[in-house]
């Protein structure tokens, strides 16, 4: 369990100003809000990016990040980049069933990336977070590029490793797919963490009531 209160100022300006935040372990936590909301700031320093105000040590431990644009060499081949995701982490894991975790069709392990699609590379750059299995993994938008079967295949990715042990912190636009992998969604508005509910039933009625709450920080801060 990690509680968190801290500040982030650029120049003058404060980005982000969280008075506490609780991330439990073995969670699904959903980090949702608008553009300029502070969440990306946040992930900066729980990965060690940049430091808060006065709390250089704030960072997660064994943490892997799936970035929202995820750099990817064109000239190697998925199964060149998990593999080299394995070497760093001092995984054993097979690349193969990396690659497999995430659907990737084993025809086009051994082709360079500049001739995937959006979605292949998208399933390659998962399959290169979940190397090593990562105490912490923090997901920035990870449908992106995925159609509705590869976006309901990777949240029952994540959801497995949820249920292993792995604790995951998903910042998403997407509600749906916040409430059907999440235990609880953290809403932040104008650098501040609004509210955290809960997430039980994982249904259309908790959707509506997350969307509900967004609407209504969001209208809330934008009037002060």
Same mark, same amino acid.
């Not at 299995?133 to 938008?141: A, F, K, R, T």
């Given at each position: 369990?990690?509680?968190?209160?801290?500040?982030?100022?650029?120049? #003058? /300006?404060?980005?982000?100003?969280?008075?506490?935040?609780?991330?439990?372990s073995?969670?699904?936590?959903?980090?949702l809000?608008?553009?300029?909301?502070? /969440?990306?700031?946040?992930?900066?320093?729980?990965?060690?990016?940049?430091?808060?105000?006065g /709390?250089?040590?704030?960072?997660l431990?064994?943490?892997?990040?799936?970035?929202?644009?995820?750099?990817?060499?064109? $000239?190697?081949?998925?199964?060149?980049?998990?593999?080299?995701?394995?070497?760093?982490?001092?995984?054993?894991?097979?690349?193969?069933?990396?690659? #497999?975790?995430?659907?990737?069709?084993?025809?086009?392990? $051994?082709?360079?990336?500049?001739?995937?699609? /959006?979605?292949?590379?998208?399933?390659?750059?998962?399959?290169?977070?979940?190397?090593?299995?990562?105490?912490?993994?923090?997901?920035?938008?990870?449908?992106?590029?995925l159609?509705?079967?590869?976006?309901?295949?990777?949240?029952?990715?994540f959801?497995?490793?949820?249920?292993?042990?792995?604790s995951?912190?998903?910042?998403?636009?997407?509600?749906?797919?916040?409430?059907?992998?999440?235990?609880?969604?953290h809403?932040?508005?104008?650098?501040?963490?609004?509210?955290?509910?809960?997430?039980?039933?994982?249904?259309?009625?908790?959707?509506?009531?997350? #969307?509900?709450?967004?609407?209504?920080?969001?209208?809330?801060?934008?009037?002060?």
């Amino acid at each position: 369990m990690n509680i968190i209160a801290l500040q982030k100022h650029y120049q #003058e /300006k404060c980005v982000l100003d969280l008075q506490r935040l609780t991330l439990q372990s073995s969670f699904a936590h959903g980090l949702l809000g608008a553009n300029g909301a502070g /969440k990306s700031t946040l992930i900066k320093i729980l990965m060690g990016l940049v430091y808060a105000d006065g /709390k250089p040590d704030v960072a997660l431990e064994s943490v892997s990040m799936l970035p929202e644009n995820p750099y990817l060499p064109i $000239h190697l081949s998925a199964y060149q980049i998990v593999s080299h995701a394995c070497s760093v982490q001092g995984a054993s894991q097979a690349v193969e069933s990396l690659l #497999e975790e995430v659907c990737l069709k084993p025809e086009a392990w $051994h082709q360079p990336i500049r001739t995937y699609s /959006k979605g292949m590379k998208q399933r390659t750059a998962i399959a290169y977070a979940l190397a090593g299995q990562p105490e912490w993994l923090i997901l920035d938008e990870p449908m992106s590029g995925l159609d509705a079967m590869g976006r309901k295949h990777m949240l029952d990715v994540f959801m497995r490793r949820k249920q292993a042990g792995t604790s995951i912190l998903m910042c998403s636009h997407a509600v749906t797919d916040l409430v059907r992998l999440c235990d609880q969604v953290h809403i932040m508005a104008q650098g501040k963490m609004c509210e955290t509910m809960d997430i039980k039933a994982h249904n259309m009625q908790e959707v509506e009531d997350l #969307e509900q709450r967004l609407i209504h920080w969001s209208h809330e801060h934008a009037l002060d």
